[in-house]
Nanobody
Framework: QVQLVESGGGSVQAGGSLRLSCAAS????????IDWYRQAPGKERELVAA????????VYADSVKGRFSISRDNAKNAVVLQMTRLKPEDTAIYYC?????WGQGTQVTVSP
């Protein structure tokens, strides 16, 4: 069993920054990659960024490349999504995922 808890969401104006954190706990948390997804109203959930277990490999959606950065702190079993130059279209609920487990999500709202 893996437990995932997201934090750091909020409301910002376009061009601003937010830092999301995903804290993982459980038996298999340390040796698995973690993904960040988002879901906007009326849209399907989409992959935003992913990182492997040791942080050596990262993947980003084209829409966030150059603006978002994913990193992990294995000592804390946490993954951070640093979001910069936010746009209104980044507004969504952001979820972290590890294996088949999902967090509860955190709301990000970007106003024009």
């Amino acid at each position: 069993q893996v437990q995932l808890v997201e934090s750091g969401g909020g409301s910002v104006q376009a061009g601003g920054s937010l830092r999301l954190s995903c804290a993982a706990s459980g038996r298999t948390a340390t040796y698995a990659g973690i993904d960040w997804y988002r879901q906007a109203p009326g849209k399907e959930r989409e992959l935003v960024a992913a990182i492997n277990w040791d942080g050596s490999t990262t993947v980003y959606a084209d829409s966030v490349k150059g603006r978002f950065s994913i990193s992990r702190d294995n000592a804390k079993n946490a993954v951070v999504l640093q979001m910069t130059r936010l746009k209104p279209e980044d507004t969504a609920i952001y979820y972290c995922k590890q294996l088949q487990y999902w967090g509860q999500g955190t709301q990000v709202t970007v106003s024009p």
